[in-house]
């Protein structure tokens, strides 16, 4: 099941590095101004055909904050260097059709 849009707009994922990242140990790539809409499978495939994607090198202790819709991927390591990261995700809003969140804070 896929969130509705007005949800998936209104969320922040919060990447905190635990480890250095970058090309060789599979920093998180991404495909800028991707965020706006749920991308069909063959949009996504084309995209990562045409698109330029950007390397999200971070450093340890570093935060990386994106938006989930952003079409993203890592690849493998190749210099066997860890790339330990903790996802966030945060939401304002209730999750749809009487699904609860695990842990919820209102602040």
């Known amino acids: ?3 509705p849009l007005d949800y998936l707009h209104k ?3 919060v990447r905190v590095h635990l480890d250095d990242t970058d090309e060789k140990n599979g920093a998180l ?3 800028p ?3 706006f809409s749920i991308l069909a499978h063959d949009e996504i495939n084309t995209l990562r055909e045409a698109a330029e994607s950007k390397c999200c090198k971070v450093l340890k202790g570093g935060a990386h904050l994106m938006k ?3 079409l993203h ?3 493998k390591t ?3 260097k860890h790339r330990r ?3 966030l995700e945060f939401n304002c809003l209730d999750l749809p059709e009487g699904l609860e969140w695990l842990e919820r804070e209102r602040i």
């Open 11 to 13: 969320a922040v994922t």
């Open 85 to 87: 990261v903790i996802h």
């Open 73 to 75: 991927a890592s690849s």
């Open 78 to 80: 190749v210099n066997e």
């Open 29 to 31: 790539r991404v495909i």
């Open 33 to 35: 101004k991707t965020h």
């Open 68 to 70: 989930p819709l952003t």
């Open 1 to 3: 099941m896929i969130p």
